[in-house]
């Protein structure tokens, strides 16, 4: 059996250590400097479990009329979609939200409202829990009508030539129609 000469030994040594010292990274989410369970976020009234940190980079929040603080939130965590989704389910009943409506499957889509806003959560899993928090307010019965962005309309194709033509197929509402 080969003999280790001691700069071998030393190398290894100093290797495991630093592999456990990677073990216990003081920057890790788990080593955060400690905040409540759960705490609040952009929005007073939703709260967030400690597990999930906010991305900055995905959050977009303003006001809507009468002051009312809304927009989206995104947050990662490494939890299991399920147990996430049941938590907020309590802890946002808790904050005075009533749960309207609720979506499991692969991705989980919960929807609350109090008189003024509605919060929509959206959970999913990707390289890790992701949970986007939307908060609107609610129109008023007049306020403002939505209208979907209408296309620029489109010349009908030319048929290239040498072909029979024939036109092209238009969707119109109610079908498809030809179109010379």
Known sequence: MPKISNKLRYLLCACMLLALAGCSNPFSSS????????????????????????????????????????????????????SLAAVMGTHMTRDGWTLRSALRSTHTILVFDKPDRFCTIYIYDGFSTEMRIFVTAKLQQGDATFRPPVAAPVAPAQAPAGSSGGGVEVYQPGGFSQSN
């Open 31 to 82: 080593q955060q400097a400690a905040r409540p369970d759960p705490y609040y976020g952009e929005f007073n009234d939703v709260p967030i479990p400690s597990a999930m940190d906010p991305d900055s980079g995905n959050t977009a929040v303003t006001y809507a009329p009468g002051g009312l603080k809304t927009g989206m939130q995104l947050y990662k965590g490494r939890v299991e979609v399920g």
